[in-house]
């Protein structure tokens, strides 16, 4: 059973705008989609100007197709930006700042190239 279901208000990220819509991204296995039929109950010029990427809202489940795992939104019927939990934060800088990538870097990559050397010795048995 889905924890996703018709009519439920959860919250979602904007991934993408297009002229016909707004895509959202739910959780990394659902993605959907608002149709900009369902962002307003008035004419939508600019879907741009109701939402941004990276913009955390709520939206209203329309369908739910399991298979592809795409859900079809709506945000004309919800308050979609009230209480918006996930605002963006400033990132604060540690005082070790990039050292320990700098650091581990060249390890990850030795680790990597040897993986790809073991994979193509196996394929070439």
Partial sequence: MTKYKKGKIIHGTVTGIEAYGVFVSCDEYYSGLIHISE????????????????????????????ELGQLKL??????????????????????????????HLPIWIDEELEKIKNNAELLDK
């Fill in 39 to 66: 962002i307003s109950h008035g004419f939508v010029k600019n879907v741009a100007d109701y939402v941004n990427i990276g913009d955390v809202i709520n939206v209203e489940i329309l369908e739910v197709d399991e």
């Fill in 74 to 103: 709506s945000i004309k019927n919800i308050d979609y930006k009230k209480n918006n939990i996930n605002k963006r934060r400033k990132i604060k800088e540690t005082s070790l700042g990039f050292s320990s990538l700098a650091y």
